[in-house]
């Protein structure tokens, strides 16, 4: 059983930064692959960032591709999402996802623990 809390979401003018954090509980941390969603309203939860447990190999959505960094912690059992140059459109609830998988990170249903998200707003 993994328990991820996110936090470091927020409100932030069109341009800016964010820096989100999911922390996971448990001893087996580094043997799951991490990733980032997010959901607008009225709008089906998407892909945006993933870290495979193997090699740390790094997936990115291409609308967020050059402006998001994805980042883990194995001492910590944390991954970051770093997020710059925010657009209004990125405007969502991000939630922070592990899988034991190291393929197929970019679907949901390959996830099998999930955070409760946490809200970013980006201001026009």
């Known amino acids: 059983q993994v328990q991820l809390v996110e936090s470091g979401g927020g409100l932030v003018q069109a341009g800016g930064s964010l820096r989100l954090s999911c922390a996971a509980s448990g001893r087996t941390f580094s043997t799951y692959s991490m990733g980032w969603f997010r959901q607008a309203p009225g709008k089906e939860r998407e892909f945006v960032t993933a870290i495979s447990w193997i090699g740390s190999i790094t997936y990115y959505a291409n609308s967020v591709k050059g402006r998001f960094t994805i980042s883990r912690d194995n001492a910590k059992n944390t991954v970051d999402l770093q997020m710059n140059s925010l657009k209004p459109e990125d405007t969502a609830v991000y939630y922070c996802?592990?899988?034991?998988?190291?393929?197929?990170?970019?679907?949901?249903?390959?996830?099998?623990?999930w955070g409760q998200g946490t809200q970013v707003t980006v201001s026009s």
């Open positions: 996802a592990a899988t034991k998988n190291y393929y197929r990170l970019e679907y949901v249903g390959e996830y099998d623990y």
